[in-house]
C-alpha cells in the first residue's frame, strides 16, 4: 500500500455511468411494484402509520422527474403531489414513460448543471447532489418495500437484478 | 431545451464527491444502529425471515470494509462472516473504526482502480460499480432498518440527514 495521496477530482462516476445506474435502478423498482399484490399496494403498510408503497412510489416518480426537468432546463418545480397515481396500472404507466424520457433526453443536459447550485424546493444543492438523492431516495424506500413484500408473503425481486 | 447531445464521459461524481457521499451515509447508518433499542438490534425482524437488522449491519460493515481494501490492495477477499458484531457496542465500534480508515485512506486510491475490474467474491464488475453497490446495498438494508424502528414504535432519524 502507497501512503501517496492521489488526486480526488478523478471521477469516479461518469455521466454515462450515472445515466446506467439511474436506469438499472428504475427497472428493479418497476419489478418491485408489479410485484405487489394490486390491492395491498395503495393500502398495506407494515408498521403503520407509515405510508403504502403505492404512496412511496408516487414520491419516487415525482422526485424523478423533477429531476430530469430539473437538470435539463434549471427549474425544479415543486411536483404536484395531489396529482399522483392511485392505482398499480397508473404508477406503472407514469414510471415507464419517465423511464423513456430519460433514456431519450439526458443526453440533453449540460454536464455543468451536475456543478451548478439546483435551486430545489426543500433547498439549494449543487446538482449532481440532487441527481445522487433522488436515486438514494428511491433505493431507500424500495427497501421498505422490500419489507412489506415479505410481510405479505411475496418474494422480492433479487436487489442485484438491475 | 437544446437538442444537442452532450458529453457523457464527465464527470457526475468525482472522486472526492464520492467520499462525501459514503462518509455522510455512513453517519446515517450509525444512527440507525443506535437508535434501535439494544435488546431488539439482533432480535426483531418487522417481516420474519427476514433478518435482524444488527445482522444486516454486520453484513454493511464487511461489505464497507472488503470495499476499501479492494480499492486500496487490488485484493477482493470473501469477508469472514463469522466474526460478525453480535452486540450494539461491538457493531458501533466496528463502523466508528472503518469510518475513520475510510477517512484517513481514501485518498491513497488510485483513481485508476474505479475504471479497473475488481474481481468481488460474487462476481467480475468495474471499481465504482463495487463501490456505489456498497453505497447502495446499505441505503436498502437501511431503509428496512426504518420500517423495523418504526414497528418498534420508534422514530427513525430524518433521511436527509448525513
Redesign the interface.
Known amino acids: 500500500?502507497?501512503?501517496?495521496?492521489?488526486?480526488?477530482?478523478?471521477?469516479?462516476?461518469?455521466?454515462?455511468?450515472?445515466?446506467d445506474?439511474w436506469l438499472g435502478?428504475r427497472r428493479l423498482t418497476r419489478r418491485v411494484i408489479a410485484a405487489f399484490p394490486e390491492d395491498q399496494l395503495f393500502t398495506f403498510s407494515?408498521?403503520p402509520p407509515?405510508r403504502s408503497f403505492g404512496e412511496m412510489g408516487g414520491e419516487l416518480h415525482f422526485v424523478s422527474a423533477m429531476t430530469l426537468d430539473g437538470l435539463?432546463?434549471g427549474e425544479w418545480k415543486e411536483p404536484a403531489w395531489a396529482a399522483a397515481p392511485r392505482t398499480q396500472a397508473e404508477l406503472l404507466a407514469a414510471w415507464d414513460a419517465l423511464s423513456a424520457r430519460i433514456e431519450a433526453e439526458?443526453?440533453?443536459?449540460?454536464?455543468a448543471m451536475?456543478g451548478r447550485v439546483a435551486p430545489l424546493p426543500w433547498g439549494e444543492m449543487p446538482g449532481?447532489v440532487a441527481?445522487?438523492y433522488a436515486v438514494?431516495?428511491e433505493?431507500?424506500?424500495?427497501?421498505?418495500g422490500?419489507?412489506?413484500l415479505?410481510?405479505l408473503g411475496t418474494e422480492p425481486p433479487a436487489?442485484?437484478g438491475r
Open positions: 500500500m502507497t501512503t501517496q495521496m492521489h488526486e480526488v477530482s478523478a471521477p469516479a462516476l461518469t455521466l454515462a455511468g450515472f445515466l445506474h435502478h407494515a408498521a407509515m435539463l432546463s439526458f443526453g440533453q443536459i449540460d454536464p451536475f449532481w441527481a445522487i438514494d431516495n433505493v431507500h424506500h424500495r427497501g421498505q422490500y419489507v412489506y415479505r410481510a436487489f442485484y
